[in-house]
């Protein structure tokens, strides 16, 4: 029987103590809801914010996450490099990677993904429906056609990314954009998902179906290795050379 999945919600939680509306959706910060529904379901979960020491990031915490899921907004750049380092070497021996919403600009993301990450955007409080085109992959199980959330910031096309393995869902916005909102990659021996719903002036980790796909991607992306890639290196023939 497979041990608890060890998931680490990594979130900036400066928005939510700062500013009045969206401390009254999230009043114990938005990582919250996302802990709260992976503990009911099964995982041992983490939390590690922005402000902690080494950003909630030490190497004993890393060492003991199967699954990181990270949301961050306007302070990118205060991450330190060196936790960043840390937490790329982790992803490439195998922990998996959930990237929320903004995390899209975060130094780990980029890294992983070697682009600038960059987007079109609008704060309209527009409909987004975000269409399963995968509905076998196991990110989407239990999820229908299609997520509709009534109010959402839009991300559209075209987003610099590499061409993803899988393009899961497909979000398309009121005021007429598309955007790649569910993908997935491979780095090193870890996985990678990237899921953009998730504003914070809006409900939407409230939404059990957003949840749900977080639910999903966590063990679709949990280790199947734990150790670096080998490195190359010279080899004695298996067999004699004539």
């Not at 009043?27 to 080494?54: F, Q």
């Not at 490099?81 to 990677?97: C, I, N, P, Q, T």
């Not at 992959?137 to 229908?144: Q, R």
């Not at 002036?201 to 179906?209: A, K, M, R, V």
Request: glycine share 8%; aromatic share 10%; net charge negative.
């Amino acid at each position: 029987m497979d041990s608890p999945l060890r998931v680490t919600v990594w979130n900036e939680y400066r928005h939510e103590r700062k500013d009045g509306p969206i401390k009254q959706i999230y009043p114990d910060g938005m990582h919250a809801p996302i802990a709260r529904y992976l503990e009911s379901n099964g995982c041992r979960v983490r939390i590690a914010t922005l402000d902690d020491p080494e950003h909630g990031l030490s190497q004993d915490v890393l060492d003991s996450t199967d699954v990181l899921t990270w949301w961050g907004h306007n302070f990118h750049e205060a991450v330190q490099d060196h936790v960043v380092d840390r937490v790329h070497k982790r992803v490439l021996s195998g922990m998996g990677l959930i990237a929320l919403h903004s995390s899209h600009m975060s130094k780990i993301f980029r890294r992983l993904m070697g682009t600038t990450g960059l987007l079109r955007w609008r704060k309209a409080a527009e409909r987004e429906r975000l269409w399963t085109i995968e509905p076998g992959h196991p990110i989407a199980d239990g999820i229908g056609d299609y997520i509709e959330l009534p109010a959402s910031e839009m991300y559209g096309e075209r987003f610099d990314i590499p061409a993803p393995e899988k393009i899961i869902f497909i979000s398309w916005f009121q005021g007429g954009d598309v955007f790649r909102s569910g993908c997935t990659w491979e780095r090193g021996h870890g996985r990678v998902f990237y899921f953009s719903p998730g504003d914070e002036s809006y409900p939407i980790y409230h939404n059990e179906q957003v949840l749900h796909v977080i639910l999903n991607a966590a063990p679709w992306a949990r280790p199947r290795v734990n150790s670096l890639p080998k490195l190359i290196k010279a080899a004695d023939p298996l067999e004699k050379i004539s």
